[in-house]
T-cell receptor, first 112, second 113 residues
Framework: GEDVEQSLFLSVREGDSSVINCTYT??????LYWYKQEPGAGLQLLTYIFSNMDMKQDQRLTVLLNKKDKHLSLRIADTQTGDSAIYFCAEHGSGNTGKLIFGQGTTLQVKP | GAGVSQTPSNKVTEKGKYVELRCDPISGHTALYWYRQSLGQGPEFLIYFQGTGAADDSGLPNDRFFAVRPEGSVSTLKIQRTERGDSAVYLC???????????FGPGTRLTVL
């Protein structure tokens, strides 16, 4: 079945790089997404990558996609305390509806 | 409005009661999604509307859950005979069309006592 897996927790120091990893199962996914959720707030789309790409850079964010291993990562350069949040990886589910299948989320803790 | 809105923001009810949760999507968005997020988990898909019709309701856990979108805009998620296990944050998202970027509302936190 469809499944997205993430590590649950990551702690880094302010100014360091953070790397959040995700594995997914549906090789037919056309887009893969990273969402951010801050306490008490809704989900915010951070970035996405099309399945025919292997890298996408957007300011401090770099997404790497390894389709062979079905592995997605999000790198945040120069991590700030404001980056502390839960990060969700998501892929499109089966069928032609655009529904998203989310991982369980990685809590990023940034220490000053 | 500028974004997706959901009401109420919090709902506390007793086991066995009926509840309705409302979602106002972004104007012009034809696709609307409902997800449920339990504590410590990622959102789980419930149902997808394209216009007025439910194009995919495969995520609804059982027949106590039902959703409507009669005019292709506002949607209501209805839960009958609520159970404690229904306690979660219910999220609504809309997009211009299916497979486009989904914009999420702040959610309704449902607590069943």
């Amino acid at each position: 079945g469809e499944d997205v897996e993430q590590s649950l927790f990551l702690s880094v120091r302010e100014g360091d790089s953070s790397v959040i990893n995700c594995t997914y199962t549906d090789s037919s996914s056309t887009y893969l997404y990273w969402y951010k959720q801050e306490p008490g707030a809704g989900l915010q789309l951070l970035t996405y990558i099309f399945s025919n790409m292997d890298m996408k850079q957007d300011q401090r964010l770099t997404v790497l996609l390894n389709k062979k291993d079905k592995h997605l990562s999000l790198r945040i350069a120069d991590t700030q305390t404001g980056d502390s949040a839960i990060y969700f990886c998501a892929e499109h589910g089966s069928g032609n509806t655009g529904k998203l299948i989310f991982g369980q989320g990685t809590t990023l803790q940034v220490k000053p | 409005g500028a974004g997706v809105s959901q009401t109420p923001s919090n709902k506390v009810t007793e086991k066995g009661k009926y509840v309705e949760l409302r979602c106002d999507p972004i104007s012009g968005h034809t696709a609307l999604y409902w997800y449920r997020q339990s504590l410590g988990q990622g959102p789980e898909f419930l149902i997808y509307f394209q216009g007025t019709g439910a194009a995919d309701d495969s995520g609804l856990p059982n027949d106590r859950f039902f959703a409507v979108r009669p005019e292709g805009s506002v949607s209501t998620l209805k839960i009958q005979r609520t159970e404690r296990g229904d306690s979660a944050v219910y999220l609504c998202a809309s997009s211009f069309a299916g497979y486009n970027e989904q914009f999420f509302g702040p959610g309704t936190r449902l607590t069943v006592l």
